[in-house]
């Protein structure tokens, strides 16, 4: 146990390494009956294509496909909505990581719940 601390604490990059989702059916087993939460926000991405949920205390709809590499989707709220945007995907434990912009924008970490 304790090799495995300091392994941890001295190569945390290797030992918690976050790993690319590059396919739907990947993504989707991952977070089907699951809510992703984080930061004021719950939401649920169907199979179907939909994703719904709440951000700050407002409901959340929106739409998504996968298309390549990327999670595209787009999502509207009371207060903004949000364009269109092709995402990276990547996990690590229960944590989802969105990256905006094909991987080269914001960074959104979300937790499997």
Known sequence: MM????????FPT????????TDRDTFLAIVTGKRLTGNGVG???SDG?????RAFGFKVTGGWTWEGPFFCR???S???SFPR?????????????FQADQGTGDVAD???R
Do not use: K, S, Y
């Open 110 to 112: 979300l937790t499997l």
């Open 3 to 10: 090799r495995a601390l300091l392994l941890a604490l001295f």
């Open 78 to 80: 009371a207060i903004r």
């Open 49 to 53: 294509g939909a994703i719904t949920g």
């Open 43 to 45: 939401l649920i991405v």
């Open 85 to 97: 945007n092709c995402q990276t995907v990547a996990v690590q434990g229960d944590v989802v990581r």
């Open 74 to 76: 787009t999502l509207d």
């Open 14 to 21: 290797a030992a918690f390494a976050f790993e690319p989702v």
